[in-house]
């Protein structure tokens, strides 16, 4: 049984209500695929050529949360969550780990970024846009993508589970 709740998003809900209830679970999964392992597991590779783990997993949703709810909706200037992880063709980065990386620290940041978000965009309509290499992208667009986002990498992360542990389904 996982200490990670995960709400189910509500059936009748308002847009803005669903929207935000589809990408808090989205987010409630990743952590619980990280609940329980130790930094050596979790910055374990599932199959070579692959260097993706579950702490670049988290450090990557770190950088995708800055990235569009502070960067691109809110236009804040800032540096990248994790030293070096600036990509020269301008996407998120934090896949890579650096030597000392600790799925702890990677999980508090994280959770800093996601609390930030949330607070962010109660400021904001779901019409509301920001500048996305000069055109307008609104906040229900990003709502969409990050689901997305995470729906696509919690398949990663399911996989990663069950290479370390045999885990599925959390």
Known sequence: MSNIE???PPLDADERSALEGWLDFQR?????KCEGLDDTQAATPAVAPSELTLT??????????RTWFRRIL??????????GQARA?????????AEHATLHEALTTWHTEVEHARR??????????????????NL??????????YARH??????LRERLDGTTGI
Not at 89 to 97: C, N, P, R, S, V
Not at 141 to 149: A, S
Request: net charge negative; with cysteine.
């Open 120 to 137: 962010s965009c109660r400021e904001y309509s779901l019409t509301d846009t920001g500048d996305l290499g000069g055109q307008n992208v």
């Open 56 to 65: 670049g997993l988290v450090q990557h949703m770190t950088e995708v949360e």
């Open 74 to 83: 809110a236009a804040e200037e800032l540096a990248p969550t994790h030293t």
């Open 6 to 8: 995960r709400p189910a």
């Open 154 to 159: 919690n398949g990663h992360a399911d996989l």
């Open 89 to 97: 063709d301008g996407t998120d980065g934090g896949f890579e780990l």
């Open 28 to 32: 409630a999964t990743l952590a619980r």
């Open 140 to 149: 229900r667009w990003i709502y969409i993508h990050m689901i997305e986002e």
